[in-house]
């Protein structure tokens, strides 16, 4: 079985450009999260998709950061314009369901480097 | 809302030796509680989950960790390191209805000393 695939792997931009990055979940996963990893920190939820809706997005900074899972199956997430402080490894998640005893299957993250 | 706290953002053991990775939940009600490991330059994996099924829970690659009320923890624990253990612990919680909405930890970064 296929993981979660994302890409690319790592990005560098300059402050105010705009970048986006895309995540295809395992088959047949209803659920898709995106989350924001900071050094030192832990994962920090951003987004969550069931299917094409979008069930929770309270953490997503909405002046700046987009995400769009048009057919229900693959994510793309944007930020436009970047900072330095979102300069982070952007890890996408998906599971069966989203009950909440699933297990999340993590894909590889985007190391995201803004100068 | 719910949030753990990890005690120990870095932890070295011996190889061979008991690991100990810390974690103190807060929470009205018992939650749902998770530990995932990140090898560098990988996404996580989970090693566990309680679900108030037991309070002692066996994982992967011979983890397994023990749910305390009393003390409001979930610490993770294996008898003897080993050099393939060495990566970062996530300790994570989440509500136990409606979607699942994970609440991540800081982290422990653990070091195996050969």
């Known amino acids: 079985e296929a993981g979660v695939a994302q890409s690319p792997r790592y990005k560098i931009i300059e402050k105010r450009q705009s970048v986006a990055f895309w995540c295809n979940p395992i088959s047949g996963h209803a659920t898709l999260y995106w989350y924001q990893q900071i050094l030192g920190q832990g994962p920090k939820l951003l987004i969550q998709?069931?299917?094409?809706?979008?069930?929770?997005d309270s953490q997503l900074p909405k002046d700046r950061f987009s995400a769009e899972r048009l057919k229900g199956v693959d994510s793309t997430l944007k930020i436009q314009p970047a900072k330095l402080e979102d300069s982070a490894v952007y890890l996408c998640?998906?599971?069966?369901?989203?009950?909440?005893?699933?297990?999340?299957?993590f894909g590889p993250g985007t190391r995201l480097l803004v100068l | 809302a719910q949030s753990v706290t990890q005690l120990g953002s870095h932890v070295s053991v011996s190889e061979g030796a008991l690991v100990l990775l810390r974690c103190n939940y807060s929470?009205?009600?018992?939650?749902?509680l998770f530990w995932y490991v990140q090898y560098p330059n990988q996404g996580l994996q989970l090693l566990l989950k309680?679900?108030?099924?037991?309070?002692l829970v066996k994982g992967i690659n011979g983890f397994e960790a023990e749910f305390k009320k009393s003390e409001t923890s979930f610490h993770l624990t294996k008898p003897s390191a080993h050099m393939s253990d060495a990566a970062e612990y996530f300790c994570a919680v989440s509500d136990t209805g409606g979607y699942q909405k994970v609440t991540f930890g800081t982290g422990t970064k653990l070091q195996v000393i050969p």
């Open positions: 929470s009205s009600v018992p939650p749902y």
């Open positions: 309680y679900t108030s099924a037991a309070t």
């Open positions: 998640a998906s599971s069966l369901a989203g009950g909440p005893l699933e297990t999340q299957y």
């Open positions: 998709f069931q299917n094409n809706g979008v069930v929770d």
